[in-house]
T-cell receptor, first 114, second 112 residues
Framework: SQQGEEDPQALSIQEGENATMNCSYKTSINNLQWYRQNSGRGLVHLILIRSNEREKHSGRLRVTLDTSKKSSSLLITASRAADTASYFCATDRRDNTNAGKSTFGDGTTLTVKP | EAQVTQNPRYLITVTGKKLTVTCSQNMNHEYMSWYRQDPGLGLRQIYYSMNVEVTDKGDVPEGYKVSRKEKRNFPLILESPSPNQTSLYFC???????????FGNGTRLTVT
C-alpha cells in the first residue's frame, strides 16, 4: 500500500470557504512535502515541513504534522477558483537504506466553485 | 529560467520498440528522479539518482533503465515497451534528495 495516503479523495467547496486535506504515512520520515498539480501538468512544490516541526504557514496555506500519528494536514484558507487542482503529499524515508526514495500519495482533487 | 525539460511531451509507440524519454535540468541539482502517474495509483517512483553515475531503483523499476552520465541529464529508457507501460511520466530534480522537487511537464506515453 502507499506510504502516503490522502483523504478525502475529492473535495468540492465554494469560493471563500476553507479546504482541509489529510495525509497519512507509514514509516519514519525526515520531511513531508505538499505539492499541487493542475490537470495533467507537472507538480509544483507548495510547502515542506520537517519531522521536528509541528506547523508551518505560507500565505493562505497552513500545514501541520503529527509524527506520533504519522499524519499531516494541509489547510487552504479563503479558497479561490484558481485553487482547483489535485494536491499530493510526499514523504522521504529516514532509514539510510532508502535514502533517496520518495513516496507520493494518491492525491486529493479539490474543486472550488465560483 | 530554471527548469526541468522532458521530451517528447507525447509519444505513441508499438510493443517492443525501444524508446528513450529525455530529461534535462539546468539548476545543477544533484538529485533526479522518474515517476509514473496512473489514475487511482498516484505517482510511483521508477528510478532515482543521487548524483552522477549513482542510480537506484524506486518502487516500480521493472521494464525501465536509466543512466546518469552527466549531472544535468537523466534519460529514461524502455528497452521493450509493453502496453502496461502506457502512462504519464514525470522527471523531477532537486538540490538534494530531501529538497523540494522541481518537475518537468510530463510525457504522455501510449504503447499499443
Amino acid at each position: 500500500s502507499q506510504q502516503g495516503e490522502e483523504d478525502p479523495q475529492a473535495l468540492s467547496i465554494q469560493e471563500g470557504e476553507n479546504a482541509t486535506m489529510n495525509c497519512s504515512y507509514k514509516t519514519s520520515i525526515n520531511n513531508l512535502q505538499w505539492y499541487r498539480q493542475n490537470s495533467g501538468r507537472g507538480l509544483v512544490h507548495l510547502i515542506l515541513i520537517r519531522s521536528n516541526e509541528r506547523e508551518k504557514h505560507s500565505g493562505r496555506l497552513r500545514v501541520t504534522l503529527d509524527t506520533s500519528k504519522k499524519s499531516s494536514s494541509l489547510l487552504i484558507t479563503a479558497s479561490r477558483a484558481a485553487d482547483t487542482a489535485s494536491y499530493f503529499c510526499a514523504t522521504d524515508r529516514r532509514d539510510n537504506t532508502n535514502a533517496g526514495k520518495s513516496t507520493f500519495g494518491d492525491g486529493t482533487t479539490l474543486t472550488v466553485k465560483p | 529560467e530554471a527548469q526541468v525539460t522532458q521530451n517528447p511531451r507525447y509519444l505513441i509507440t508499438v510493443t517492443g520498440k525501444k524508446l528513450t524519454v529525455t530529461c534535462s535540468q539546468n539548476m545543477n541539482h544533484e538529485y533526479m528522479s522518474w515517476y509514473r502517474q496512473d489514475p487511482g495509483l498516484g505517482l510511483r517512483q521508477i528510478y532515482y539518482s543521487m548524483n552522477v553515475e549513482v542510480t537506484d531503483k524506486g518502487d516500480v523499476p521493472e521494464g525501465y533503465k536509466v543512466s546518469r552520465k552527466e549531472k544535468r541529464n537523466f534519460p529514461l529508457i524502455l528497452e521493450s515497451p509493453s502496453p502496461n507501460q502506457t502512462s504519464l511520466y514525470f522527471c523531477a530534480s532537486s538540490l538534494t534528495e530531501r529538497s523540494p522537487l522541481h518537475f518537468g511537464n510530463g510525457t504522455r506515453l501510449t504503447v499499443t
